[in-house]
């Protein structure tokens, strides 16, 4: 929880202040990062917009209320925010200042389970200022970089020599492997400036990879800068909403096609992979492997919203549920079937009990954001009995409900 005094203003942030705005804006929380504000009360937007997801990364609390109950909010008011929980308190007393806090790091390796096999826990970033903080939290690399975000940070498309020279400081500024996930545009990810068609239903509609058959320079380019970037380090390229295995071998044709005309000094290797978002991939993963996909992660903010057909932005109660632990118990058992490895960057591997429940089922890389990197780390490493216990949660509604109230005593 952050205390502090106002003001209650777009313009004007002092450090320690609480910025009261309409939209959280990505372009305005990388800004006020470094300042840096203590949070961001805005009367517009998810907690999973794209902005807000950059503040929790940077450790500020952003919590969406009515315009109606911030309308008596004034400057100088001393207010207290609790993004964890969305509430703020009005009432709060100012805060006395507190002793700069020195935090050891538990865990800066992968985690052994006790059956000897290894977790990765890496961080979802997208931006260069939180690929810095990659080292500070821990974390065994970068399991998504959301690349949009740079778009929407610049409010215009980027060249390719752009692109490249960040993807080129991420790959050196990050902890570990780095995982590009190619633009994903188009719904909850508009872009201004982007001519795009007009939809009734856009999280149906054109975007992520879908855009590319309309926009194929954007790809090109993007796909461009990554091989030039990949001469730093190795590094994977994960493509978004791949529907069917012709998406699939659309994205990879292309990826191999741009990797022959770059022709810097042999690159490091490149692995191309697949976000399963749209649940009819979860049933096309031997084809997936057996054309060429060297990696596949779950998006579980976007496969629990056309999974339950539920709006990813507006009921959280719909975003988890004994459906959807049958439904990823499957696609993970033919993962393992066919040796593709499968990790999660979606919001659900940043939840204890499910995070158990990944690892149980033989996942190898969870993907969290910053701030949660050490606390799935510390659960992952106390929890001892990982032997059937998804085989045990999938029984029923009763057992389901039995172990994630057992798993969610393993904290944080
Ligand atoms: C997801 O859909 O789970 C995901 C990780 O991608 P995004 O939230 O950016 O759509
Ligand atoms: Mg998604």
């Known amino acids: ?45 998810s907690p999973l917009m794209h902005a807000a997801l950059i503040a929790q990364n940077l450790g500020i609390p952003v919590v969406v209320m009515d ?80 690349t949009e975000m740079l778009l929407e940070q610049a409010g215009r498309l980027l060249s390719i020599a752009e692109q490249e020279e960040i993807y080129r400081d991420v790959l050196r500024k990050s902890s570990g492997p780095v995982i590009f996930r190619t633009f994903d545009i188009g719904a909850d990810k508009p872009l201004a400036f982007l001519d795009m068609p007009s939809e009734p239903n856009p999280a149906l509609g054109t975007r992520g990879m879908r855009l590319y058959r309309t926009h194929p320079t954007l790809f090109q380019d993007q796909l461009t800068a990554l091989y030039r970037a990949s001469e730093v380090a190795p ?53 997936l492997a057996l054309h060429g996909a060297h990696f596949a992660s779950l998006g579980t903010n976007d496969l629990s919203q056309y999974f ?54 033989g996942i190898y890389s969870l993907s969290v954001p910053l701030p949660s990197v050490q606390p799935i780390k510390a659960a992952l490493s106390r929890h001892q009995e990982y032997e059937k216990l998804v085989a045990q949660a999938i029984q029923g509604a009763h057992d389901y409900a039995r172990i994630m109230d057992l798993l969610k005593q393993e904290g944080p």
């Not at 952050?2 to 209650?8: F, I, L, N, R, T």
């Not at 007393?93 to 538990?106: D, I, K, V």
């Not at 507006?314 to 393992?336: E, Q, T, V």
């Open 235 to 287: 590094m994977s390229i994960m493509f978004p909403m791949v529907t069917t295995t012709e998406d699939w071998d659309f994205c990879r044709d292309q990826a191999k096609r741009v990797a022959s005309t770059v022709s810097s000094s042999p690159a490091n290797d490149v692995s191309l992979g697949v976000m399963i978002e749209v649940p009819s991939l979860g049933f096309l993963v031997p084809e």
């Open 67 to 146: 315009k109606a109950a911030v309308r008596d909010m004034h400057e100088g008011q001393v207010v207290s925010i609790d993004g964890a929980n969305g509430m703020v308190d009005t009432e709060a007393q100012a805060p006395a200042s507190s002793p700069t806090e020195q935090r050891l790091l538990g865990h800066t390796n992968p985690i052994t389970l006790p059956s000897g096999r290894t977790v990765e826990v890496r961080a979802n970033i997208a931006s260069l200022v939180e690929a810095e903080r990659t080292r500070a939290v821990g974390a065994d690399g970068v399991g998504l970089f959301r």
């Open 308 to 361: 339950f057909a539920t709006d990813r932005e507006s009921d959280a109660s719909f975003h988890s549920g004994l459906a959807l632990l049958r439904f990823i118990h499957a696609i993970a058992a033919s993962a393992r079937d066919v040796q593709l490895p499968l990790g999660v960057c979606g919001g659900l591997a940043a939840d204890v009990p499910w995070a158990i429940l990944f690892a149980a089922m």
């Open 1 to 45: 929880m952050a205390k502090c005094v106002g003001p209650v203003q777009e313009d004007a942030c002092p450090q320690g202040s609480i910025v009261l705005c309409e939209t959280l804006l990505v372009q305005n929380i990388l800004k006020w990062a470094e300042i840096p504000v203590a949070g961001v009360i805005c009367t517009q937007g």
